[in-house]
């Protein structure tokens, strides 16, 4: 059974910064894409990055590059979102999803099958 259990959120200051987890079962990391998404009141789900283990590449949505960085610990079947400068725009529920058994990313949130419960961040003073 894969399930996605993400855990890290909370309230931060801007210019603060947050790790979010991922922790995978059910399937391995090592083939397949996992993606952070995030939503916040009123907005459309946005795809944030991914990690795409098939073709060993990440992707960022350009309003997180150079602020964002994504990766894995393969032996805790985990995936991580490092966030740093954290401005208010990025307040949001965060989740993590995966496309297993399909390979690779997308921004489409329809390509994900199987999702985290979601972790609120709240950048405020």
């Known amino acids: 059974q894969v399930q996605l259990v993400e855990s890290g959120g909370g309230l931060v200051q801007p210019g603060g910064s947050l790790r979010l987890s991922c922790a995978a079962s059910?399937?391995?990391?090592?083939?397949?894409?996992i993606a952070w998404f995030r939503q916040a009141p009123g907005k459309e789900r946005e795809g944030v990055s991914c990690?795409?283990?098939?073709?060993?590449?990440?992707y960022y949505v350009d309003s997180v590059k150079g602020r964002f960085t994504i990766s894995r610990d393969n032996a805790k079947n985990t995936v991580y979102l490092q966030m740093n400068s954290l401005k208010p725009e990025d307040t949001a529920v965060y989740y993590c999803?995966?496309?297993?058994?399909?390979?690779?990313?997308?921004?489409?949130?329809?390509?994900?099958?199987?999702w985290g419960q979601g972790t609120q961040v709240t950048v405020s003073s």
């Open positions: 999803a995966t496309s297993y058994p399909a390979m690779g990313c997308s921004s489409m949130y329809t390509w994900y099958d199987y």
């Open positions: 059910g399937f391995t990391l090592d083939y397949f894409a």
């Open positions: 990690f795409s283990a098939s073709e060993g590449s990440t």
